[in-house]
Structure formats: structure tokens, C-alpha cells
């Protein structure tokens, strides 16, 4: 049945999001560029949503990936473990912060999130602790999409929509927000911000507390945001005096982004759990990864109980190939090393030319990992409100122009704030950044 002022795009028996809006149809990709059906290049700069991690068309990659299909495609998880699914666990294993020994996978970030919760409080359910149930999560801030997750994540338009459903076992403190923090964020940052973390630890009592979860740098959320210097240790301490887990997602920052295979290496990090999607298979095939502490999976498993949770297509052997070919890859092609090395040149020159331009708040980030913020008045960093939907505008504009960035808007308060993320793949070479660059700064140009 048709609904009355609703018009579908073309006749589409897919559910869009935004019914209104025109999709071109995708042809095929090669590198950092996008081909849709009429022959239109486009610039793939932020990776969809930062989940590209090494290119489109990498042949390397795809033929392994139907080798694996070929020769089983699916197993259940609770069944079978698989040659792929192992080695990647060790990739991972061999790469990660130490004391993190097993790995689990999903398919989604968001799949993470909620695993890694459950992994949580299952540790607390078994040490006879069961008080210890809540979350404290910061904002700005994004976890996923699925109820817990959204719960956790500073999202209200979201919220407005499904508030009831979502769990009121989550307690907020603000993130650190390099742009927007009300005292000296490199000298006194990490202080202030460890502070609200203490704070509320007290404030809610330390015996209620399962897990003080956050994204290590901050994605679209507060335009990747790095920590003050000495944030990290301070929450480390805090965390380890009051028996807290630490769940570092790393689901947008991890992969290479940052120029380090985990964004926690940059900080001294330890966490309990990391949880990672997006650029670990580059989205080859959906994937995403739980790593838990060895010492904590032992708990778990004793003669007397297992882990609890459990999907459909978890430990799926076809994700696992792709994560397994993209890990390899980023090896055998050097990228993280790139992504560190070419991350300098994109971040220098970013600040360098977009800075001055009218309407650019702030540029930031680390590696191939940028935010740009749009602010109606540059002294004040007062934002567009959200009516004027600038941010919608400039996308909007980067689209018809060929270049893909990924919007978000409300982080300056909640309701109004324009920013647009560039992830670029690890495979970016000087002439890929400049291009971008040349792009992004005339597309300003357009709107002002």
C-alpha cells in the first residue's frame, strides 16, 4: 500500500533510510575511487564510514577470500573452529597491547560492543560481585547501534526515538574534546578530564561499576579527538585502584588508522577488552573482533562455566579470511608504517589550508584519522544551528563534486555542531592527500 506523501525512490523494493534522497548505483571500485553505473569517478576519502582501511579491488585479498568460500563457507562457531579463524587470532593476539591473548568474532561493531559488555559483566556475575552492572561511558561518543550500544553512546537524537528501550545502566562524563574542553587541554586536560572519571566512580560507588568504556581517539562523534598526553594513564590508574574493566573501542581508530595497528599503543594503554570492526577486513566482508585479557577468558572458562555468548555467524570463516588477508596485507604493503609516515603530510596539510577558511573551526585528528569542525563564528566556536543543516549542505555539495566524507552533527551540545571525518585508505600516496585537499577547500569555498 502506498503512504500517502511519501514518494520512494524509483520504485525501490529496498527499505532506504532516507526515501527521499537519490543513490546512485555502485559499478565498482579500484583504490581510494568509487565508479557508480553512469561512469562517475568519485573520491572514496573517508572510507564510507572509516571501514575501507586498505582500498577497493584488491585482488590479493578477494581471491583469498573465495578460496575460503570454496572450501567451506560457514561452520557454526559453537561447532567448529577453522584454520582462518585461528591465524587470525594469532595475527591479532601477536599485535595487541599485552595481556590480551584470545580473540572472538562478530560481524559488526556494534556486535562487539554488546559481546564485550556481556563478557564484562559475566566476569563480575562469576566473582559473586553482581552489584557491579553498570557502564560509565563519556560524551560525545559512539558505540553501535544496537539497544545497548546506543544506551552507551551520547546520541539523542537517537535516543528520542527509542529511549525506552534503552538501558538506564549507563552513567555519562564528558570525553576528552581537544576543541571544545574548558581548560588548557594539553597541560591540564588529562587531569580535568581523569577527574569526572573519579568523580563519578565515587558518585555512583565503586561496588556498582562493571566497565568504563571509550573509544581510544573519538571518531565522527567529536571528529577524532586524541587524549590529552597523560589522560590515559591517570584513567588507567583510576580504573585498576577501583577494580574496574577497561573496554577500549577501537572499532573506527584501530586497524593502522592512527599509524599504530592498535590506537592504544600510542597512549601505554592496557585495556581489558578492545573490541574492533570496520577497517580490520576493510569491509571486505562485515567484520568485527572482542580481545579479552588471557587472564580474564581463564575465569570464564573453569569446569563450571563457559562464556555465554553466542551468535549465528560468529567465528564465521569467510569474515575471518578477509580480516586474515587484510592483516597480511597491511604487512606484506607496509601500511601501517604509510599510514604513520603519509598520516604526518595529510594531518600538516589539512591544518595548513583548511584552517584559514571561513566557517573551519577546528581540523584534527592523528594518522589517516581527520575531523573537520564547521563553526558559524570562528571566535566564539559557536555552531550552526542545527536548522540551517550546514553540514547536509556541504556533504551534499562534496557528493555532486565526487568526494565521500562522513557527516555528523550535535557534538557541540547535544542538538547543533556540523563535522565532516576523512579516512582515507593506508595505501594513500602525497598525490591521493593533495587531491583530497584541493577538493575539500573548494567545496568550502562554494558555501561561503
Not at 80 to 94: D, H, P, R, W, Y
Not at 223 to 230: H, L, M
Not at 298 to 306: C, L, Q, T, V, Y
Not at 317 to 335: C, D, S
Request: glycine share 10%.
Amino acid at each position: 500500500m502506498a503512504i500517502p506523501g511519501l514518494v520512494l525512490y524509483s520504485g525501490s523494493s529496498v527499505l532506504l533510510r532516507d526515501p527521499t534522497k537519490v543513490y546512485p548505483t555502485i559499478s565498482y571500485g579500484k583504490g581510494m575511487y568509487l565508479y557508480d553505473t553512469s561512469g562517475k569517478q568519485y573520491i572514496d576519502a573517508s572510507g564510507g564510514a572509516l571501514a575501507s582501511s586498505v582500498g577497493h579491488g584488491k585482488r590479493e585479498i578477494t581471491r583469498f577470500v573465495a578460496a575460503q568460500m570454496n572450501r567451506v563457507a560457514y561452520v557454526n562457531g559453537t561447532q567448529f573452529t577453522s584454520e582462518v579463524v585461528e591465524e587470525l587470532a594469532a595475527e591479532l593476539i601477536n599485535l595487541a597491547p599485552e595481556g590480551i591473548e584470545r580473540a572472538f568474532f562478530l560481524s559488526s561493531g556494534s556486535e562487539a560492543t554488546e559481546a564485550a559488555i556481556k563478557f564484562a559483566r559475566q566476569i563480575w556475575f562469576q566473582r559473586g560481585q553482581t552489584g557491579r552492572r553498570k557502564i560509565i561511558a563519556r560524551t560525545p561518543g559512539y558505540h553501535g547501534n544496537t539497544l545497548y550500544a546506543l544506551s552507551a553512546s551520547a546520541r539523542p537524537h537517537y535516543k528520542t526515538t527509542y529511549g525506552p528501550l534503552l538501558s538506564s545502566d549507563i552513567v555519562m562524563i564528558d570525553a576528552p574534546y581537544a576543541y571544545r574542553s574548558p581548560v588548557d587541554y594539553q597541560q591540564e586536560g588529562g587531569a580535568h578530564y581523569a577527574k569526572l572519571l573519579e568523580e563519578a566512580i565515587q558518585r555512583e560507588g565503586p561496588e556498582t561499576i562493571m566497565a568504563f568504556m571509550f573509544e581510544t581517539v573519538i571518531g565522527s562523534s567529536a571528529g577524532a579527538s586524541v587524549p590529552p598526553p597523560d589522560y590515559f594513564a591517570r584513567v588507567q590508574e583510576i580504573c585498576r585502584r577501583h577494580g574496574i574493566l577497561m573496554i577500549a573501542d577501537e572499532v573506527m581508530c584501530g586497524s593502522g588508522r592512527t599509524g599504530r595497528f592498535f590506537a592504544s599503543e600510542h597512549f601505554g594503554l592496557k585495556p581489558d577488552i578492545i573490541t574492533m570492526g570496520k577497517g580490520i577486513s576493510s569491509s571486505y566482508v562485515p567484520l568485527s573482533a572482542v580481545l579479552v585479557r588471557g587472564s580474564l577468558a581463564d575465569e570464564i572458562h573453569n569446569p563450571r562455566s563457559k562464556y555465554a555468548h553466542a551468535q549465528t555467524h560468529m567465528q564465521h570463516p569467510v569474515a575471518a579470511a578477509a580480516g586474515l588477508a587484510v592483516v597480511r596485507y597491511m604487512k606484506k604493503h607496509g601500511l601501517i608504517e604509510n599510514a604513520d609516515k603519509m598520516g604526518q603530510y595529510f594531518q600538516s596539510e589539512l591544518r595548513r589550508r583548511l584552517s584559514p577558511l571561513p566557517h573551519v573551526g577546528h581540523v584534527g585528528g592523528i594518522g589517516l584519522m581527520a575531523g573537520v569542525e564547521f563553526v558559524y563564528n570562528k571566535e566564539t566556536k559557536a555552531p550552526f544551528p542545527r536548522q540551517e543543516k550546514f553540514v547536509e549542505h556541504f556533504i551534499a555539495a562534496a557528493f555532486e563534486a565526487g568526494l565521500i566524507v562522513w557527516p555528523n552533527t550535535g557534538q557541540a551540545d547535544e542538538t547543533n555542531g556540523d563535522l565532516v571525518m576523512l579516512g582515507p585508505p593506508l595505501t594513500i600516496k602525497k598525490r591521493h592527500a593533495d587531491e583530497i585537499i584541493d577538493l575539500f577547500e573548494s567545496i568550502i569555498l562554494s558555501l561561503t
